[in-house]
C-alpha cells in the first residue's frame, strides 16, 4: 500500500489548515502522525473504516480527522493552529490503532506566531 499525502504549509497561529491522504488500497486504519524537531513521533489521530475515531488530547477540539472509503482517502482538518503543532505530519495506514503498517512521506506544517 501506498500512502500520498498533501496539504502541508505556512499558516499564522490561528489559522487552519487542511491534510490530506490518499491510500493506494483499502486500510481498516487512517491515522495521522506528527514528528516535532527533536522529540518523538506521536500519534494525532486515527479513523477506523467504519468511522471509530482515536483522537490524541492535546488536538481534541480543534483538530478533526474524517475519511472517505470510496476514495482511500483520510483527512486532517486542523483549526486554531499554535506553534506547537509545528511538526512533519505522517500519513499512516494499518490494521489498528498502533498497528501502523505502512506511511507515507511527511508533509511539513509551520505554525508561525
Known sequence: VQLQA???G???????LRLSCTASGSIFVMAWHRQAPGKQRELV????????TNI????KGRFTISRDNAKNTVYLQMNSLNPEDTAVYYCG???????I???GKGTLVTVSS
Open 56 to 59: 490524541a488530547d492535546y488536538v
Open 6 to 8: 498533501s496539504g502541508g
Open 10 to 16: 505556512l499558516v499564522q497561529a490561528g489559522g487552519s
Open 45 to 52: 489521530a486515527a479513523i477506523s473504516r467504519g468511522g471509530s
Open 101 to 103: 503498517n505502512y506511511w
Open 93 to 99: 495506514a494499518g490494521s489498528g490503532w498502533y498497528n
